[in-house]
């Protein structure tokens, strides 16, 4: 079992940037794939950016590619999404998720994730 907790959301400017966080906890977090997602209202959740158990794999959604950056700090068992270059349209919340994975392997799909956390809300005004 692991338990996610998102943090970092809020209100922001279009052009602004913020920086999400998700703390594990339970199982070793080094062993876990991680994900983060978002789900605006009236639409499917989204694969954002995903990354491999020592950060050497990532992969980004077309839309946020150049202006997201995904990254994981394993001693503190903490999972970051940098999000510079904010449009309305990255309004949603926002989710980390993580699941089993080899070395270098990333999950895109998110029936592919075990655990979720509550969800951060992100709104970008224009």
């Known amino acids: 079992q692991v338990h996610l907790v998102e943090s970092g959301g809020g209100l922001v400017q279009a052009g602004g940037s913020l920086r999400l966080s998700c703390a594990a906890s339970?199982?070793?977090?080094?062993?876990?794939?991680m994900g983060w997602f978002r789900q605006a209202p009236g639409q499917e959740r989204d694969i954002v950016a995903a990354i491999s158990r020592t950060g050497i794999t990532t992969n980004y959604a077309d839309s946020v590619k150049g202006r997201f950056t995904i990254s994981r700090d394993n001693a503190k068992d903490t999972l970051y999404l940098q999000m510079n270059s904010l449009k309305p349209e990255d309004t949603a919340v926002y989710y980390c998720?993580?699941?089993?994975?080899?070395?270098?392997?990333?999950?895109?799909?998110?029936?592919?994730?075990?655990?979720w956390g509550q969800g951060t809300q992100v709104t970008v005004s224009s």
């Open positions: 339970g199982r070793i977090f080094s062993t876990y794939a």
């Open positions: 998720a993580a699941v089993r994975r080899g070395q270098g392997l990333v999950a895109l799909n998110a029936n592919e994730y075990a655990y």
